[in-house]
């Protein structure tokens, strides 16, 4: 799969889709946000059932309320509508893959 980008007018209807759904949540000057975004794209690549997507969260300032985004990158994990896991930070391409399990 692909990683998409979207908009915060399209989250809920992204997160509400069945299945599982991994949220990037960066921000453009985001140094480890960078580091990170190709380790997703190396995941995504390699998963059939789970949709992958970045949110700037710049730009979602609502979602980021929701959700207490403090520190950026956090990957928000939804499985049927749901958060499951939130991870703050940096993560390696195996804790990323253990997540979304």
């Not at 997703?40 to 710049?58: H, N, P, W």
């Amino acid at each position: 799969m692909e990683v998409k980008e979207i908009q915060e007018n399209d989250f809920k209807k992204v997160i509400n889709d069945n299945g599982k759904v991994l949220v990037d949540c960066y921000a453009t000057w985001c140094g480890p946000c960078k580091m990170l975004s190709p380790i997703i794209e190396q995941v995504a690549s390699t998963t059939d059932d789970v949709k992958f997507y970045k949110l700037d969260i710049d730009e979602a300032e609502e979602v980021a309320g929701e959700y207490e985004i403090m520190s950026i990158p956090t990957l928000l994990f939804f499985k049927d509508g749901k958060l499951e896991t939130t991870k703050v930070g940096f993560a390696p391409k195996e804790e990323i893959e253990e997540m979304i399990k």
